[in-house]
């Protein structure tokens, strides 16, 4: 069988992850008779914009004003900015909604609405994904999205990169991270689905693709060469190239 070879960079993969989300039959769906709700994190730049261009709103968000919690390396700081909020889409029609009020936003999703919520922790063999947790008084924006998911039926999607791909199983991890004796950020698996740039390949070509190596310089730190199989080679390879020239999220 024929395949191709590409590399994604991080930023590259969030806006394929983008691309797909908004070909799903359930956010299709959601996007014409239901709520669509985006808590706002750095691949969610990417889903919001693809969501807004969607629904035939100008795309309009951009980081570091559409986020929550932030990974950043030691010493760096982040560029302050006012925040649009969460992107909420009822029916078609956006609007943001201020960050205070994602509790209540939570409370009123129900079964046939989905919510998108960025990870930090992808286990590509269950296909699942956790949250750091910065917030230790209420859990934060994940705790508030899974009460709609385990009270009210919702949706929760994670789209995530696979440059977060842990090797252990999550309940592990967090049995380790949650201990009363451990330090650092708490470890939350979250009751939703993981959506990374592999489902996104399957999704718009019906073709599977495999991680073969990861890692390169100037940019690249954090990409991944896949192998793709299947599907209209041409037609991946333009879309791959497409979205490779997407900026890196600055701050």
Known sequence: MKSTQVFLTPAAGKALI?????????????????????I???????????????VGADPCVSFPAFHRGVALPPGASLQKADQLGDLLIEKGVPRFTPPQDLPEVCAALKAGDVILKGANALH??????????????NGGTVVEASKAVLSRRAKLILPVGVEKRVDT????????????EASGLRLFMAPGEAFTELDAIRLLFGADAKIIA??????GEGGVYLQISGGNQEEMR????????EPKVLC
């Open 238 to 245: 333009e879309l791959i190239r497409e979205v490779n020239k």
């Open 18 to 38: 983008a691309r797909a989300l908004v070909r799903r039959p359930d956010v299709q769906e959601a996007l014409q008779s239901a709520s669509v709700f985006v």
């Open 169 to 180: 199983p999550l309940p592990e991890l967090e049995s380790l991270v949650n201990d009363p």
């Open 214 to 219: 990861s890692g390169a310089v100037n940019g």
């Open 40 to 54: 706002g994190g750095t691949t969610n730049v990417f889903a919001a914009n693809a969501l807004l261009k969607e």
């Open 124 to 137: 590509l063999p269950t296909h699942t994904a956790a949250v750091l947790l910065g917030n230790t008084e």
